[in-house]
C-alpha cells in the first residue's frame, strides 16, 4: 500500500523495471536504485532526502507542530488548517481525514509522509552497501542515521494510530502493496530495536555542517519519549511500574551523557526559540529550517504574527502559575482586575496578552488577534518591538523546530521516575532546573507521589506550551476526555465553542480512508 | 489620450445569456423581491457585466468563486464558481481559495487562478470555463501571452507554468512546462515591450518569450532588485507605463519608461491587491483584516469601496480595460 505513495527512489525503481523489459537499457536521464547508489556523494544526498521528509506538512513543516497544540485547551485553531480544527472538536473521520485548510488534513497527511520517509530509508539501507568507494565509518553512520529517522517515522505512526504495516525492506509494491496492520507492540518493538541499534553507532555531536544530523542522545531521548508514551495510563492500564522505570532509565542515560554532548539548558528561554540560538545546548535533534533558498523554511513566523491560527486561549493563560509558584486561586499576587499580572515569567515569553506590547503597540482584545484576543511569541521573531521584517510568506521562517530538546528529557525522566519511586530528590532535581532557569521558585518540600505528578504536569504544560507536545501528553494521561470535553474561551472570556472527545474512539485517529481504499486489509480503529 | 475605458459592447446574445443564467444576487425589484421603500431610489445592479459602470472583480474565497461586484449598488451581481462550470468534480480541489481574477480579452473573459493550483479561462457571458489546468504549487496569479497561451506563478511551488491553450484537450491532458520562480506571486505581460514580468521575492525580473504556441516557453531576460521582499501583487498602473507592486511593507510604482520605483501614497504594509482607474476610479487595495483576506475593498486612503459582511476577498481588480497588457482589439484565441 504505502508504494503508491512512496520517494521519487521507488519512483524511479519502477520507471526502470519497465524499460528494462522492453529494451534491456538504462536510461541516463535520471537515477534509478540500480544506477544511483554509485558514489559517497550520492548516498549522502539519499540520506538528506530521508532527513528532507521531516519538512513536510505530515511531519514537522509549514507550522504542523505549532498547530498540533490547537488540539488542546491551550489554543484555537479557527479555520481547520491543517485539519486540526475538525480534531479539536472532535468530529474526525476516515473520510475528512485528507482535509484541511492551507496544508492537507494532518491524520491523511501524517500517515503519507512518514511512510515516504521509511520508504527512503528502507532503500538506503537496502543499498547503501553498494556504494564502490566510501568509508565503513561513514557508512555505519549513514545507516544509523537513516535507522534513527525510520524510528522516528514508525514512532509517529504508532503514537498517532496504533499498529501499521512494519516494512524493513526497500519499497515493493507486489509484497508490500496489501498488508495488513501489525499490532502496535510489533512495531514499538522494531522502533525500540532501531533506536538501540543507532545510539549504539551515532556520535555524541557533530561540528560544521554535520549540526543538525542524528546523535546518539536524539536515538536515547526519542527512546525515552517512546517508552514513556508505552508506560503512560493510555497504554500502560495495570500501571506496570517497570514501564516507568524503563522510561526513567532512558531519559537517564540521556542526561548522563549531557557532558560529553554538551546537553544543558539555554539560560534565557525565550531566547532559545530565536534563530540565532539554534543548535545549543538545549537541542537534542531539530529540524534545520532555511531561508537560503526558497520553500526550505518554516511558516511559524506567518503563522504566529498574521494568521493566527494556534491563537492561545484563556484557558492556558488561566493555567499560568503566579509568579511566587502557587495557583492563581491560593497567591496573594493574583490581581482578579488584571490575571495578567504577576504570572510565572514564562507567559510573558510565550504568549501575548491584551494590554501587551507587541511590535510597538499596545493590542487590544480585537487588535491585532482578533480571533482570542491573544498571539504566540514562541518559535516567532516577534515581540514587543517594532520589526521591519514581516514576513507574509511561508517557507520564509528559519528558526529550527526542537523535536526533542533537553528540558523535554528532565520532564520525562522526572515524570518517570514519580512513577516508578515516587518523588525523590533527582525528581525535584530535574524539576527546580528548569523552574529556576524560567525565573520561578523551586517546588515545595514534601510533596506526595500524586501532588508531584500534578506538578509535573503542570510543568510540562507551561515549559513545553504552543510546541506541540501538549496533545500527546493529554492523550498519554487519558485526561483529553476531561479537557477536550469543554468550551473553549477568549481573552475576554466569551465562549468560542464547545469541543466534544469520545473517549471510546479519540485517543486514536483513524487509518485515513485513502489508505483503505490502497490496501482494504487495512483494519480500522475502534468506532471509525 | 487615456480616457474611461468601459466595456460597453454586450450584444444582445450577451445580455439574453447572462440575464438569463448570470444573476448572483437575490436583491431587486427584477427578482420580486420588495424593493425599497417609497421615495428612495436605490441603485440597481447593472443588467449585464458589459453594462458595467463602475465594478470589481473580487477573488472571493467564502465561496471559492470569481465575483463581481457593483458599486452604486453595493451588490455581488455576477459569479463563477467551479462548480456550477464545466470543471469536473475531480478537478474542483485546484479551485480552492480563488487568489487571482483579472479581467482580460476586451472584458469578456476573466483569468482565474486558485491556491489549490487551478488555472481557468472564464467566458463572463455563459460562465462556460472555456480552459483550464493544474499548476499546483498554490498557483497566486496567471496572465494570458499574446498568442492566447497563459502563464501562472505558484508561491510555494517557486516556479511559473507555461500552458498551451488548447480548448479541445482535457484539463489533464493539456500541455504545460515550469520553469523557476522565487515565492511566485504575479506575472504581467507588457504589450509595449513585449516582456512577461514578474515582481519574484526581492528582484523584478523580465522574460522574453518564444512564441512557440505548441511549446511556449520563457527566458529570463533581465532582473531589477526591489527593497523589501515577498513582492506579492504585480499590476498595471491604468493608462501609464508603470506596475504596481506590493510586499510585506510597502506599495511601490515602477516606471518603466524612468525606471524609477517609488512609494506610492497609499495604504502601506500587507496589501495584497491594488488596481487603479482613471480619475472617476479610486485606486482600491485589498489589506487583510483575517489571515491573509478581508471582507472590504478599500481606497488607497482606507475608505470603504465596497463591503459584504463575511466574505474573504483577497484580490480586487477594477472591470477596466488593460492597455498595459493586451492589444486594443483581443479577441480570444488559442494556439493553431
Request: proline letters at 5%; one cysteine or more.
Amino acid at each position: 500500500m504505502k508504494k503508491l505513495h512512496i520517494s521519487y527512489i521507488l519512483f524511479s525503481l519502477l520507471i526502470a523495471s519497465g524499460c528494462g523489459k522492453l529494451l534491456d537499457v538504462k536510461p541516463n536521464d535520471r537515477y534509478t536504485t540500480e544506477t544511483f547508489w554509485d558514489s559517497e556523494k550520492k548516498a549522502m544526498a539519499g540520506l538528506a532526502g530521508c532527513y528532507a521528509v521531516l519538512h513536510e506538512d505530515g511531519l514537522f513543516g509549514y507550522a504542523t507542530p505549532l498547530w498540533e497544540e490547537t488540539a488542546t485547551p491551550n489554543a484555537y485553531n479557527y479555520d481547520n488548517s491543517g485539519g486540526f480544527g475538525v480534531i479539536a472538536l472532535g468530529t474526525h473521520t476516515a473520510t475528512n481525514a485528507t482535509t484541511g485548510n492551507i496544508t492537507g488534513g494532518i491524520i491523511a497527511e501524517r500517515w503519507l509522509h512518514c511512510y515516504v520517509g521509511i520508504g527512503r530509508c528502507n532503500t538506503l539501507l537496502a543499498n547503501i552497501d553498494k556504494v564502490p568507494v566510501m568509508a565503513d565509518a561513514l557508512k555505519n553512520r549513514a545507516k544509523a542515521e537513516a535507522t534513527f529517522l525510520r524510528a522516528l517515522y514508525y514512532s509517529m505512526l504508532a503514537t498517532y494510530y496504533g499498529g501499521v504495516p512494519l516494512i524493513l525492506d526497500e519499497p515493493d509494491l507486489a509484497t508490500q502493496g496489501k498488508l495488513p496492520r501489525n499490532t502496535r507492540e510489533e512495531v514499538v518493538t522494531q522502533v525500540l530495536k532501531d533506536l538501540d541499534a543507532a545510539a549504539a553507532v551515532l556520535p555524541p555531536k557533530y561540528t560544521g555542517n554535520d549540526i543538525g544530523r542524528a546523535t546518539k542522545g536524539a536515538a536515547l531521548a526519542l527512546k525515552a519519549r517512546v517508552l514513556l508514551f508505552e508506560a503512560s495510563p493510555l497504554n500502560n492500564p495495570s500501571n506496570d511500574l517497570t514501564k516507568w522505570s524503563d522510561a526513567a532509565a532512558a531519559a537517564k542515560a540521556v542526561m548522563d551523557m549531557a557532558s560529553t554532548a554538551g546537553y544543558g539548558l539555554f539560560p534565557n528561554y525565550r531566547q532559545l526559540f530565536m534563530p540565532a540560538n539554534e543548535n545549543k545546548q538545549e537541542t537534542v535533534f531539530d529540524v534545520q529550517f532555511t531561508v537560503s533558498q526558497p520553500g526550505y523554511g518554516s511558516a511559524f513566523d506567518l503563522i504566529c504574527r498574521q494568521y493566527g491560527t494556534n491563537a492561545p486561549l484563556r484557558d492556558m493563560i488561566e493555567s499560568y502559575l503566579m509568579k511566587d509558584g502557587l495557583p492563581a486561586a491560593e497567591s496573594p499576587e493574583f490581581n482578579p482586575a488584571n490575571i495578567y499580572e504577576n504570572r510565572d515569567p514564562r507567559m510573558y515569553q510565550t504568549i501575548v496578552y491584551p494590554g501587551d506590547t507587541y511590535l510597538g503597540e499596545v493590542t487590544t482584545p480585537s487588535a491585532p488577534f482578533k480571533l482570542t484576543g491573544y498571539g504566540v511569541k514562541k518559535y516567532s521573531i516577534y515581540d514587543s518591538e517594532p520589526s521591519s521584517n514581516l514576513i507574509n510568506q511561508a517557507g520564509r521562517s528559519e528558526i529550527n523546530y526542537m523535536v526533542i530538546r533537553y528540558a523535554d528529557v528532565l520532564l520525562m525522566y522526572a515524570e518517570a521516575q514519580n512513577e516508578a519511586v515516587g518523588p525523590d530528590e533527582n525528581v525535584y532535581k530535574a524539576i527546580d532546573t528548569i523552574r529556576g532557569r524560567a525565573g520561578m521558585p523551586k517546588l515545595a518540600a514534601d510533596l506526595t507521589q500524586e501532588e508531584m505528578r500534578a506538578a509535573i504536569r503542570q510543568e510540562r504544560r507551561t515549559e513545553l506550551a504552543f510546541e506541540g507536545f501538549y496533545y500527546n501528553d493529554i492523550r498519554r494521561w487519558k485526561t483529553a476526555e476531561v479537557v477536550m470535553n469543554a468550551a473553549i474561551r477568549n481573552s475576554e472570556d466569551e465562549q468560542i465553542e464547545v469541543r466534544s472527545f469520545d473517549k471510546t474512539r479519540d485517543y486514536w485517529w483513524p487509518i485515513p480512508h485513502t489508505q483503505r481504499e490502497l490496501n482494504p486489509n487495512l483494519e480500522q480503529n475502534d468506532k471509525y | 489620450m487615456k480616457r474611461i475605458s468601459i466595456w460597453m459592447f454586450g450584444s444582445m446574445m450577451c445580455s439574453i445569456i447572462a440575464c438569463g443564467k448570470g444573476s448572483a444576487t437575490p436583491e431587486g425589484p427584477g427578482d420580486g423581491n420588495p424593493g425599497p421603500g417609497p421615495g428612495t431610489e436605490e441603485p440597481k445592479p447593472p443588467a449585464t457585466v458589459a453594462d458595467c459602470k463602475k465594478c470589481i472583480v473580487l477573488a472571493e474565497q467564502l465561496h471559492n468563486r470569481v465575483a463581481i461586484a457593483d458599486v452604486a449598488s453595493k451588490q455581488i451581481f455576477w459569479e463563477w464558481k467551479p462548480e456550477e462550470s464545466n470543471v469536473k468534480p475531480e478537478h474542483l480541489a485546484w479551485f480552492t481559495n480563488t487568489s487571482d481574477a483579472k479581467p482580460v480579452y476586451n472584458g469578456k473573459y476573466i483569468l482565474v487562478t486558485a491556491s489549490g493550483g487551478g488555472v481557468a479561462l472564464v467566458r463572463i457571458a455563459d460562465k462556460k470555463t472555456v480552459f483550464y489546468a493544474y499548476a499546483g504549487g498554490n498557483t497566486h496569479s496567471a496572465e494570458l501571452l499574446p498568442d492566447g497561451n497563459i502563464v501562472s506563478a505558484s508561491s510555494t511551488g517557486n516556479f511559473m507554468t507555461v500552458f498551451r491553450v488548447d480548448t479541445t484537450k482535457a484539463a489533464t491532458e493539456v500541455y504545460s512546462k515550469n520553469f523557476p520562480l522565487a515565492f511566485g506571486h504575479n506575472v504581467v505581460w507588457d504589450e509595449k515591450n513585449q516582456v512577461l514580468w514578474s515582481a519574484a521575492d526581492h528582484q523584478l525580473l523580465s522574460f522574453t518569450y518564444n512564441f512557440n504556441c505548441g511549446e511556449p516557453a520563457l527566458t529570463q531576460k533581465d532582473a531589477v532588485s526591489l527593497p523589501g521582499k515577498d513582492a506579492h501583487d504585480l499590476f498595471p498602473v491604468y493608462g501609464q507605463n508603470a506596475l504596481w507592486l506590493t510586499n510585506t511593507t510597502n506599495v511601490y510604482t515602477y516606471n518603466l519608461d524612468t525606471k524609477k520605483l517609488e512609494e506610492a501614497n497609499v495604504l502601506q504594509a500587507n496589501i495584497k491587491s491594488v488596481s487603479s482607474g482613471d480619475a472617476a476610479f479610486p485606486t482600491i487595495i485589498i489589506r487583510p483584516k483575517t489571515s491573509w483576506w478581508t471582507d472590504e475593498v478599500m481606497d488607497a486612503k482606507g475608505n470603504t469601496v465596497f463591503y459584504q459582511s463575511g466574505l474573504k476577498i483577497y484580490k480586487a481588480r477594477w472591470y477596466l480595460k488593460n492597455t498595459f497588457s493586451y492589444p486594443a482589439v483581443h479577441d480570444m484565441k488559442q494556439c493553431q
